[in-house]
Structures are given as structure tokens and as C-alpha cells.
């Protein structure tokens, strides 16, 4: 079985609370971009994993990897034996902000239900996601999404415009705990939000009014981001450009996949940059096994 892992990417980002655990409280708009880890899964005896790809190394030995834990979790609420052969192709950049690792480990989860004749509705996915990370569900639905509480409650998105998405990364990896850490103490109000956006440059504009609450905390952490989020904003073309997630991945907004590709080849030097279309539709059919 073959899996890709979207990159997710936070059109905005409001922190609206906190829990008496600790955990914030947020409101985001989650898309998925074309640019994609791949999991690859096959019969085996045992578990293993290999991962490969142009940020395998980041990820050590991955021993720990959230790949590992998915199959553990999910041949455990089963009940079987986690037995199969694990291939991440790592092609997203590590802590980057678009939920790479949570992307690799809903991918395993839908990969493996299919490997081991496991119905969705069998288990309870969404629970076992949870667990393993709160970026997990959405990454697990695949589509856009409306994210709220720490990330588990998923509400649909407004109809999205197609649209164009530039993806650019500055080569740092940044720690989600220490970029909350640095946060600004206040609260965001929640967005309002229409049913639909009827182009790219009016889900620009709704955007623009919002923000991402990480991103001053995460440039005072990265000072390289904020001047690729400058050349960003200057490409010829660009709507809106933002930082996603806890970062340092930065995204601009297109009118189109082809103008984002285009953008894609004039930001300078950075370390990883993707550019195509951003999708409205499902990226997952749970009825058909990919081999």
C-alpha cells in the first residue's frame, strides 16, 4: 500500500485559549498543499521502518518517529500484531510548521487499515489520532478544515476558489513548545468566516484581516523568516503572505497554481519550495486501495 502525507498548511491562525492542562485553545483554517511525504507499506513479519528521502536524516534513527507509533497504536486497539514494512520517502522539511510528522502518521494510519483489512469505522480513528498528535485528525480527514480546541474539533471550511499556494522553507527547524512559550499572554477572538470565497483575491482580503498568533513569537526565535515572508509578499503575483503553524514554513496565496509555480522559481535561496495548486477537494478515497 502507498500513502502520500500532505503538507498542511494554517491559512490563519488564532490562539483563543488555554486548558487547566496547559494545551492552547485554537481557531484555524487547515489546507493541504500537493507537496507530500510518501508511505510506503507491504506484509511483514514484525514492524520496521526505514525512512529515506531528502530530510531522512533530520530524523535520526527514527526510532521515535510517529510513523512507528500510528502502527503500534493502531494493530493495539486491533488486536494484532503490528506486522508490516515501513518506507517513509521524507520530502517535507522537519518542525517546519506543515505538520509533516502528523502527516506521515495519519497517512500510516489509512495506509494500514487497508494493509490490515481494518474498517475505518472499526476503531475509533479520530480517538487514536488524538493521541498521537493534535494535528493528526485533520491530517487523517485530508481535506480543508475548520480547526478548533487543540486541533481534534473539525468543522467543514468555507467553499474554497482555486487557487495557487508558494511553499518556502529557511532551513531552521523550530521547537512548537518554545515558539507558545514566547507567545504574546493575550487571546485571540475567533474568526468569522463567509460560506464560500468567490475568487483568490477575496479570500486574501478575509485573510488578511486574520493572522497567525505564532509568528512574532516564531521570527523573535527564526530571524530568517521575516525576510522571506518579505520576499514572499513581493513576488509578482502574491495575494497574501503568511508563516503557517508554529513554522518556519511561509506560504503565499496565487490567483493560480501556474503563477505559484512560476513564484516558486524567483524566491531566492532558501532551503526546500514548492508551488502548485491548493485544493479544495478530498485528498483521500477510503474505498480504494492505492498498491
Known amino acids: 500500500m502507498t500513502e502520500r502525507a500532505p503538507a498542511k498548511v494554517n ?32 506484509p511483514a513479519r514484525g514492524l520496521s521502518l526505514e525512512v ?17 507509533r500510528a502502527a503500534r497504536a493502531l494493530a493495539d486497539v486491533a488486536g494484532r500484531s503490528a506486522d508490516a514494512a515501513l518506507v517513509l520517502h521524507k ?22 487499515c487497508r494493509l490490515w483489512d481494518i474498517a475505518p469505522g472499526s476503531v475509533d480513528l479520530p480517538g487514536l489520532a488524538l493521541g498521537i498528535g493534535a494535528d493528526v485528525p485533520v491530517c487523517l480527514v485530508g481535506r480543508p478544515a475548520r480547526m478548533g480546541g ?27 513548545a518554545e515558539v507558545f512559550r514566547r507567545r504574546d ?22 485573510l488578511a484581516r486574520l493572522r497567525n498568533d505564532l509568528q512574532a513569537p516564531a521570527r523573535a526565535v527564526a530571524p ?16 497574501l503572505a503568511r508563516m503557517s503553524g508554529s513554522g518556519g514554513t511561509c506560504f503565499g496565496l496565487f490567483a493560480s497554481a501556474e503563477a505559484a509555480e512560476a513564484a516558486a522559481g524567483s524566491v531566492g535561496q532558501v532551503a526546500w519550495c ?4 491548493l485544493s479544495p477537494a478530498a485528498a483521500f478515497d477510503w474505498g480504494v486501495a492505492k498498491r
Open 11 to 42: 491559512l490563519f491562525l488564532h490562539v483563543v485559549g488555554r486548558r487547566a492542562d496547559g494545551y492552547h485553545l485554537l481557531d484555524s483554517l487547515a489546507v493541504f498543499a500537493g507537496a507530500a511525504d510518501v508511505i510506503d507499506a507491504r
Open 52 to 68: 529515506r528521502g531528502p530530510f531522512a536524516v533530520a530524523l535520526g534513527d527514527g526510532t521515535d518517529n510517529l510513523v512507528l
Open 91 to 112: 520530502a517535507l522539511p522537519v518542525a517546519s510548521g506543515i505538520g509533516g510528522g502528523s502527516a506521515d502518521a495519519a497517512a500510516t494510519l489509512r495506509g494500514l
Open 150 to 176: 487543540i486541533g481534534e474539533r473539525l468543522s467543514a471550511a468555507p467553499a474554497l476558489p482555486s487557487c495557487g499556494l508558494l511553499l518556502a522553507n529557511p532551513g531552521v527547524a523550530l521547537a512548537t
Open 185 to 206: 499572554p493575550a487571546f485571540s477572538a475567533p474568526a468569522e468566516l463567509p460560506d464560500a470565497w468567490p475568487d483568490a483575491a477575496a479570500m486574501a482580503r478575509d
Open 224 to 239: 530568517e523568516i521575516a525576510p522571506l515572508l518579505e520576499r514572499i509578499a513581493l513576488l509578482p503575483g502574491c495575494l
Open 274 to 277: 514548492w508551488g502548485g495548486a
